[in-house]
Nanobody, 126 residues
Framework: QVRLEETGGGLVQAGDSLRLSCSVS????????VAWFRQAPGKGRELVAA????????RYADFAEGRFNISRDDAKNTVYLQLNSLKPEDTAVYYC???????????????????RGPGTQVTVSA
């Protein structure tokens, strides 16, 4: 059984940084595409960043480019999302998700990912 657990969220001020962790069990991240999504109150789930199954490629949403960074530690079977220069509009629940298909280009659709964690809340005050 594949399980994901996100940690690292919290309440911070604008301009601060956080590092989110996604610990995966039941499946190796080294052969899986992994993405971070977020969902703010009253809004749909949107892609933040994704890393290709072989680790060779990453993609970011426009709002994340230059501020956020996705990385992977195969030894710990964990994927990270570094959040820098946080803004109040970054407030959301952040989820990680795993895609069991070895696609050429990481998917932006949440439905393309078979497994998802419960999420971690990030709140950024002005």
């Amino acid at each position: 059984q594949v399980r994901l657990e996100e940690t690292g969220g919290g309440l911070v001020q604008a301009g601060d940084s956080l590092r989110l962790s996604c610990s995966v069990s039941g499946r190796s991240v080294s052969g899986s595409g992994v993405a971070w999504f977020r969902q703010a109150p009253g809004k749909g789930r949107e892609l933040v960043a994704a890393i290709k199954w072989d680790g060779s490629f990453t993609r970011y949403a426009d709002f994340a480019e230059g501020r956020f960074n996705i990385s992977r530690d195969d030894a710990k079977n964990t994927v990270y999302l570094q959040l820098n220069s946080l803004k109040p509009e970054d407030t959301a629940v952040y989820y990680c998700a795993v895609d069991g298909n070895r696609v050429t280009y990481p998917e932006a659709r949440p439905g393309a990912y078979e497994w998802r964690g419960p999420g971690t809340q990030v709140t950024v005050s002005a």
